[in-house]
């Protein structure tokens, strides 16, 4: 079975700039989730989606924003960017609707903001 | 909102040698507490989960323990091995129906042969 797939892993963007990362969950999850991960702030919850449907929102400003499509992908997408905003953005999927049980993660989209 | 401490921040142990980490929550709504492990330039993966109506649960050389009423976890690992080098994040979330994990700060555990 294959893992959860981020694309692209690594990117370059300038200040202004926005960016669009993609998500491909294990096949059967439905529920997808996003973090961003930095040295200084560690592992912070950015959104959930599932059945096309956003059930969460982290404590993030409306420059980030997400969906999730029919057949469960998901993108994320930064709008301009901020120096700040460099960071490893992390897709997580699972199978259960709740709170509980595994979140398999993908192995991320390093972002640098020049 | 939630938050959770996580101590220590770093922690270097020689190989055999026990190692415990500790995590404070702040809501008592939370119910669900697991512990992930990341190795470097790896993603992060679950190692032991814990639900709020259990103290403890043991996986071979990983133990989680949970004190409802002061709020706190802790990992305990046993004859710590080399392989067991990495950050490991505790994490909280409540039922809510959502999935939310609100992750510690990390400890950076080294396994010194």
């Known amino acids: 079975k294959a893992g959860v797939t981020q694309t692209p892993r690594y990117l370059i963007k300038t200040r202004g700039q926005q960016v669009t990362l993609s998500c491909s969950p294990i096949?059967?999850?439905?529920?997808v989730s996003w973090y961003q991960q930095t040295p200084g702030q560690g592992l912070q919850f950015l959104f959930e989606y599932f059945s096309e449907t956003q059930r969460n929102k982290g404590n993030f400003p409306g420059r980030f924003s997400g969906r999730q499509f029919s057949n469960s992908r998901s993108e994320m997408n930064v709008s301009t960017l901020e120096l700040g905003d460099s960071a490893l953005y992390l897709c997580a999927s699972s199978l259960s609707q709740g709170n509980t049980g595994e979140l398999f993660f993908g192995e991320g989209s390093r972002l640098t903001v020049l | 909102g939630e938050n959770v401490e996580q101590h220590p921040s770093t922690l270097s142990v020689q190989e055999g040698d026990s190692a415990v980490i500790k995590c404070t929550y702040s809501?008592?709504?939370?119910?669900?507490f697991p512990w992930y492990k990341q190795e470097l330039g790896k993603r992060p993966q679950l190692i032991i989960d814990?639900?709020?109506?259990?103290g403890e649960k043991k996986d071979q050389r990983i133990a989680v323990t949970l004190n409802k009423t002061a709020k706190h976890f802790s990992l305990h690992i046993t004859e710590t091995q080399p392989e067991d080098s990495a950050v490991y994040f505790c994490?909280?979330?409540?039922?809510?129906?959502?999935?939310?994990?609100?992750f510690g700060s990390g400890t950076r555990l080294q396994v010194q042969p």
């Open positions: 814990i639900r709020s109506n259990v």
């Open positions: 096949s059967g999850h439905r529920s």
């Open positions: 809501d008592s709504a939370s119910n669900y």
């Open positions: 994490a909280a979330s409540k039922n809510t129906g959502r999935r939310a994990l609100t």
